[in-house]
C-alpha cells in the first residue's frame, strides 16, 4: 500500500507549503486557565492542527498556524492576542 | 520611519488595503483614472495568504477587465456541474452539462496576481509584505493608514482586507465575527495530470468540472465538500459552518478534525477513482462568510473610507453556488466609480462617499444578497445535511437494488424513510419552508 492510500497527518500535509515561520509567536492563547476555551473545537476546527488535546488538557504551536482567523472567533477577546504574522511570513500559497 | 515609510513617498490619493479580488479591482480602476494608488498587501505578492473553492463567474470580472478571456490564467472552462449526496457508502450524483460556460477555474493566488499586474501596469504602487495595523481616523474623517511605526496619508482608504475584518472592528463599523455567520473550508491540492483529468472526467482541453458534496462526509454538520478540476491539479475541501461545527464538537458529536474529514473525502471511495494516488502539493484553511446579508457592516463609507468585497459582506453561498469573487471585484469597481466620481463634485466626504452604498444596492450584487437572504437559515440547519441525503440514497437503494420485486416509488419513499427514521411530515413540512425561503 502507498502512503498516499493512507490518511496524512496534519504535518505532512502542512510540510507541502511554502513556510516562513516568523520567530515572534503571532498568535498567544494563555494555557495555565483554560476555563472558557472552546477546547474540543479547537482541536477539530483548527484547519492547521495547531490545537492538541491531552486529556483534559489543551496545547498550542504556532508555527503550522495558516492564519485563517478561526481560533480568533471562538475564543473570548481576553483569551486570545491575535495578529497577523510580520514582513509576508506564515504561509505562502501557490495552488489554493 | 520603518519599511513602508521607505519605499513609498508621502501621500497618495487612496491607499486600497488588501491585494485580493476586491482591492485590485479597485486599485485597478482608479490607477486608470488618474488616481494615485498605494495598495498594500501583508502577503509575500498578492495572492498569497488566499485560499478558495476553485471557480470564478466571468461575466462581472469582463466589466472591469473586458480582455479577460485572452489574458487571465483560466485553467479550464466549467461544462460540467455535479453534485452529490453520499451517506455511508451510497452516493448518489446528478450532473448537469453545461450549455454556455459562465464561469471558470483557476489558483486564487495566481488570478490576484494577475489582477494585481493589471493595477500596477495602470499605475498604482503595490507594497507587499505590508500588515496594517490601524485605519487612521481624525476628526471623524479617515486620513491614512498606520502599519508599525509608519503612518501613510491618503485622501479616502479602501478597506480590501477580507472576511478576517480586523480593521473594520477597530474602526467600530463591524462586530467580531459572528462564528453562526461564518464557515471554515479546508482544501488540498492534488497533482493528477491533465490528460488523466479529462480521460477519467469525460472533459476536452480546457473543459472543467465544479463538484459539490453534502452528507456525511461533513458528519452532520452544515457545509460540505466540493471538488474543482485545474489545469493538472483538482481541488478537493472540505466546508462547515462555523457555529453548527464548535456546537457539535463541544457535546462531543463531533469526532473527526476537518484536516481528517479532507482527507476521507481524498480516500472516498467513489471520490478517489478521479485522482487515484495524485500526491498532495499543497494545503490550507481560510474562513468564508455564510452567506445572506448577515455580514454587512453597519456602515459601507465614511468621510474618506469605503469597505469592499468579503470584508462588506458581500459573498452569496446557496449550497450550490458560491459567488465571492466576481461580488468583490464589483464591489471594488463601485467603489472606485464613486471616489472618481465624488473628487469631481468637490472631494471623498461621507455625502459623496454615500454614493457608493446606492450604487451597490441598485447592482446585481445585492439584488442577489436580497434575492436569497432566506438560504442562510436552511444552510445553517443540520437537518438538511443529513436527512436528506439519508433519505435519497436510501430511496434509491430501494429502486436499484431489487432482486425480484421493486417497490413502487412511495413504497421506497416509507421503506427509506422508516429504515433511517425520518418522519415523513416533518420532512414535508421543512421542504415545504425550504420552497417558502427560496
Ligand atoms: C473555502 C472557500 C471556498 C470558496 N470558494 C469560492 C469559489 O469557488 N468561488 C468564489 O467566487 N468565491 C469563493 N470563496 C470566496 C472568495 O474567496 C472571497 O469571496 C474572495 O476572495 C473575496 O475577495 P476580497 O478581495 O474581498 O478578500 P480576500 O480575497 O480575502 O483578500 C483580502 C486580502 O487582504 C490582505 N489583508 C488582509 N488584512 C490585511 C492587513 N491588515 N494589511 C495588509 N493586507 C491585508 C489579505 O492578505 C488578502 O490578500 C471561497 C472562500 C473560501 C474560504
Ligand atoms: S488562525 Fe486558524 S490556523 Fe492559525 S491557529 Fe488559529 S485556527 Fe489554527
Known amino acids: ?96 | 520611519m520603518g519599511d513602508v515609510g521607505r519605499k513609498v513617498p508621502e501621500r497618495f490619493d487612496v491607499i486600497v488595503v488588501g491585494a485580493g479580488p476586491a482591492g485590485c479591482a479597485a486599485s485597478y480602476m482608479l490607477a486608470k483614472s488618474g488616481f494615485k494608488v498605494l495598495l498594500l498587501e501583508r502577503g509575500r505578492g498578492p495572492g498569497s495568504k488566499e485560499l478558495y473553492g476553485g471557480r470564478i463567474y466571468a461575466q462581472p470580472l469582463r466589466d472591469v477587465w473586458p480582455d479577460l478571456d485572452k489574458k487571465a490564467p483560466i485553467h479550464r472552462w466549467v461544462t460540467k456541474e455535479r453534485f452529490s449526496f453520499t451517506w455511508g457508502s451510497r452516493v448518489v450524483t446528478l450532473e448537469y452539462r453545461v450549455g454556455r460556460s459562465v464561469s471558470f477555474t483557476t489558483y486564487l493566488p495566481e488570478m490576484a496576481k494577475w489582477m494585481a499586474d493589471r493595477a500596477t501596469e495602470a499605475g498604482a504602487l503595490l507594497v507587499d509584505e505590508v500588515v496594517v495595523d490601524d485605519i487612521v481616523v481624525r476628526d471623524g474623517r479617515v486620513v491614512g493608514v498606520r502599519s508599525g511605526t509608519d503612518f501613510l496619508r491618503a485622501d479616502v482608504v479602501i478597506d480590501a482586507e477580507g472576511v478576517n475584518r480586523i480593521l473594520l472592528e477597530k474602526l467600530g463599523l463591524a462586530e467580531r465575527l459572528d462564528p453562526g455567520k461564518v464557515a471554515i473550508g479546508a482544501k488540498e491540492v492534488l497533482r493528477v495530470g491533465e490528460g488523466a483529468i479529462n480521460d477519467r472526467l469525460g472533459l476536452s482541453k480546457k473543459e472543467g468540472l465544479a463538484w459539490l458534496v453534502a452528507g456525511d462526509v461533513t458528519e452532520g454538520v452544515p457545509g460540505g465538500g466540493f471538488i474543482y478540476t485545474m489545469k493538472d491539479t483538482i481541488s478537493v475541501g472540505i466546508v462547515l459552518h462555523v457555529g453548527r461545527a464548535v456546537e457539535a464538537a463541544e457535546k462531543g458529536f463531533l469526532r473527526t478534525s476537518i484536516h481528517g474529514m479532507v482527507e476521507k473525502l481524498r480516500l472516498h471511495n467513489y471520490f478517489k477513482q478521479i485522482w487515484g494516488d495524485a500526491d498532495v502539493v499543497e494545503y490550507g484553511g481560510h474562513l468564508t462568510i455564510e452567506g445572506g446579508l448577515g455580514l454587512v457592516p453597519k456602515k459601507l463609507y465614511m468621510d474618506g473610507f469605503l469597505v469592499v468585497g468579503d470584508a462588506a459582506g458581500l459573498l452569496l453561498n446557496t449550497g450550490y453556488t458560491i459567488r465571492g469573487v466576481d461580488f468583490a471585484v464589483t464591489s471594488g469597481k463601485l467603489a472606485a466609480e464613486t471616489v472618481v466620481e465624488a473628487f469631481n463634485v468637490g472631494g471623498p466626504t461621507e455625502e459623496n462617499l454615500s454614493v457608493y452604498e446606492s450604487k451597490l444596492k441598485s447592482s446585481f450584487v445585492w439584488r442577489e444578497l436580497v434575492k436569497h437572504r432566506g438560504i442562510s437559515e436552511i444552510m445553517s440547519d443540520p437537518y438538511y445535511f443529513t436527512v436528506l441525503p439519508a433519505l435519497l440514497t436510501s430511496l434509491l437503494k430501494k429502486l436499484f437494488e431489487a432482486d425480484y420485486e421493486e417497490p413502487t416509488i412511495m413504497d421506497a419513499v416509507f421503506e427509506a424513510a422508516s429504515e433511517e427514521d425520518i418522519s415523513i411530515a416533518k420532512l414535508l413540512l421543512k421542504l415545504a419552508s425550504v420552497v417558502g425561503r427560496v
Not at chain 1, 79 to 95: A, L
Request: aromatic share 10%; with cysteine.
Open chain 1, 1 to 96: 500500500m502507498s502512503t498516499l492510500e493512507k490518511p496524512f497527518k496534519i504535518e505532512d500535509l502542512l510540510q507541502r507549503n511554502i513556510w516562513d515561520v516568523d520567530e515572534e509567536p503571532h498568535i498567544e492563547i494563555p494555557l495555565d486557565d483554560q476555563e472558557g476555551l472552546k477546547k474540543k473545537a479547537l482541536a477539530l476546527l483548527c484547519p492547521a492542527g495547531c490545537y492538541t488535546l491531552i486529556g483534559d488538557r489543551l496545547i498550542f504551536s504556532y508555527e503550522g498556524c495558516v492564519e485563517c482567523g478561526l481560533c480568533r472567533i471562538i475564543t473570548p477577546s481576553d483569551k486570545i492576542r491575535w495578529t497577523y504574522p510580520r514582513s509576508g511570513k506564515g504561509v505562502t500559497y501557490r495552488y489554493t
